[in-house]
């Protein structure tokens, strides 16, 4: 608007109303921010005295601090104000999300039509005003976990984008819960009667103890820390890979794979072995007994149509037993998932089903299908995978009794961070993910990807061949994207058709089914050739 205005008198008024907006908002924010702090307080055990406390720091916190504040946003930025700080706002793990380093974020309250794009001109940087993902005004302001001491060396960092922290909730925000599940938006929950009766308890040492004797549990094998799955039924594009370099699954008794554990431990040159068996009849008095008094009322109410969350029956729970520095690679699940810590410590890197294509997943015919094949543990040559800088991870440092959402088609990379790290999780599956609307949702879309590729591969006979065609494929859009951009740096602007590069007869008919499914759901060309593109680049290489 400011852009577009020739009236210096005008755009002089418009100016002022635009300060005074965003001054305006600034306040609100910090009145937001303290009654959701408050709320909080509230709710917690000697809430009085902690209430009584925050209140004076406050007081001292907020004297005179919003006038700097708004004056810092309407210049593009926020700084530490005398006596305000993002840090000063960190106590009980609670710091709010619409206040950051790198400027006011409007996630805590957006009015219709009022839109961080217009705020460019005249000095209104939009980085300040840009929500980082989708959220809602209610859960705008929940706390955020952070990590407590420096990170193990074995732990994966980012050198592009530092993660951001999974926001906390507390057990007994039941509204609050239900409509973070709702969004299928991340979270940790904290103070959690989920497992209470097993958290500290099930450490390794019990399990051996009291687990079932004649019980075989699920064991991977990995000649490395880095469990990265494999699965030779679904080699069907016959992929070669190097044999040390996936797991191997076991079927062991719990006392044998605490023997392989301990070996592992005091040998480096021994195979590392993970537990990650489901939890089934005859597995022990003990463990059935902790078992059952676990909040069955409160995971089953989930499923329920009052819920309105649109999930199905609990499928089943998987028990985790692993070793410090165990890790399972950068995947996705098809149901969703609830994580709960039970002894010891896990780190869990997050991405968006938004960042699919930056991930570079797996073909769906590769015995890694739903992995990233980035490799994080060389680290990722961004030369040959430059979506990946785009990625935004967030990061969740799980301690005993937490729980932690992990939505369907969600990202995510586990780090044991500890020696008795045992995890339990409750998968169900997802009813309403079944049905698609338009426009599609970033979850609609990895599911579209993955039927679109499995239905190309079976249009031109599977196997082998459609790894070929895919491949070919894959080669003719990056051919094509680059001389679009050629055309596109040499006049400003211009189209180029992305299958113009000669294809072979098979990768042609895949091309063209590819484009006639597509043209169900997209509504140009060039968005469906862009579709495919981003489907196949850097995948198939």
Known sequence: LLAACTSARLKGVLTAELRVALAELAESAVDLTDLRRLQSLAARPYSRKLL???SRRLASLLDGSEAALAQAAVEGFVEAAPGFSPSGFSPSGFPPSGFSPSGLSPSGFSPIGFSPSGFSPSGLSPSGLSPSGPSSPELSSPGLSSPTGELPEFCWRPEHKQPLAVPNLQWGEDSLILSRLKQGETFILKGSRLCAPAVRLWTPDYLRRHYGEG????VFESDDSEFRYWDDCKNLGHYAFPAG????QLDLSM??????????KADPTAPCVYLQSSLVEGVGAQIVNDFKQFDWAWAKSLSTPSAGLGWGALTRNVLFVGSRGHTTPAHFDEQQNLLAQLSGRKRVLLWRPSDWTCLYPHPVLHPCDRQSSLDFKKGVDLTTRPRFQDAQAFEAILEP???LYIPQYWWHRVENLDDDC????FWYIDVNARNITLPLSETAHVALRRNIEKMLSDHVGGGPIAARCLAKLAAS???????????QGAAGVGETDIGDPPLSA???KMLEYARGLLRNVLSTEAAIDQWLYELTAGRFD
């Open 52 to 54: 009584e406390a925050e």
């Open 506 to 508: 098979d990768t042609e």
């Open 401 to 403: 009794g937490e729980v």
């Open 255 to 264: 006392d044998e794979f605490f023997i392989r554990s301990a070996r592992a």
């Open 215 to 218: 019980v075989s549990c699920t």
């Open 422 to 425: 045992v995890t339990v999780n």
């Open 245 to 248: 370099a996936h797991t191997r």
């Open 477 to 487: 859009f990056k051919i094509a994207q680059g001389a679009l951009k050629n055309v």
